[in-house]
């Protein structure tokens, strides 16, 4: 199957989101795709967003590639600038929380190459949220101490 960008546009963003990661755009490429073993995704952040808050996944195994532009990956051992043709991976249950930001003064795209387990758990490094996915596909988010983790709203 052939996936032109023209055809497939970026996943849709919530404004919350926007307002915490700053201006990106994603796009779902295994999803487009029909695969459901791995996921695919395309990554493009103008300067000063972020890809995620840090965390890592117990179950599922990561890959980055960079495409263009200047990718700082940040993670427990700080920041590292990447450019096109470099790449980073994180083996399931490593706890290495991790996340890409554009700290430079142009865009910059990668993609993440990842496996789709039935069930994971994913742990932020700088908040204290776990995100369990079971595999009836809900999920539920906790505290580190197993209590409910409510998301704060927009001025809270």
């Known amino acids: 199957?052939?996936?032109?960008?023209?055809?497939h546009?970026?996943?849709?963003?919530?404004?919350e989101a926007r307002a915490e990661i700053g201006p990106a755009a994603e796009r779902s490429l295994a999803d487009d795709g029909g695969l459901a073993q791995f996921g695919v995704r395309l990554y493009r952040l103008d300067p000063?967003?972020?890809?995620?808050?840090?965390?890592?996944?117990?179950?599922?195994?990561?890959?980055?590639y960079v495409l263009d532009g200047t990718a700082t990956v940040v993670d427990d051992a700080g920041p590292h600038d990447l450019g096109p043709g470099d790449a980073c991976a994180w083996p399931a249950g490593e706890a290495n929380g991790h996340h890409v930001v554009n700290r430079s003064h142009a865009p910059c795209s990668f993609l993440v190459v990842g496996t789709r387990a039935a069930t994971d758990t994913v742990h932020y490094a700088d908040i204290d949220k776990i995100r369990i996915r079971h595999e009836d596909g809900r999920e539920d988010l906790i505290r580190r101490d197993g209590s409910p983790f409510v998301e704060p709203q927009q001025g809270d």
Not at 1 to 7: Q, V
Not at 48 to 64: C, I, M, P, Q
């Open 48 to 64: 000063g967003a972020r890809s995620s808050d840090r965390h890592w996944h117990e179950r599922e195994d990561e890959f980055l």
């Open 9 to 15: 546009p970026a996943l849709p963003v919530s404004a």
């Open 1 to 7: 199957m052939i996936l032109r960008g023209r055809d």
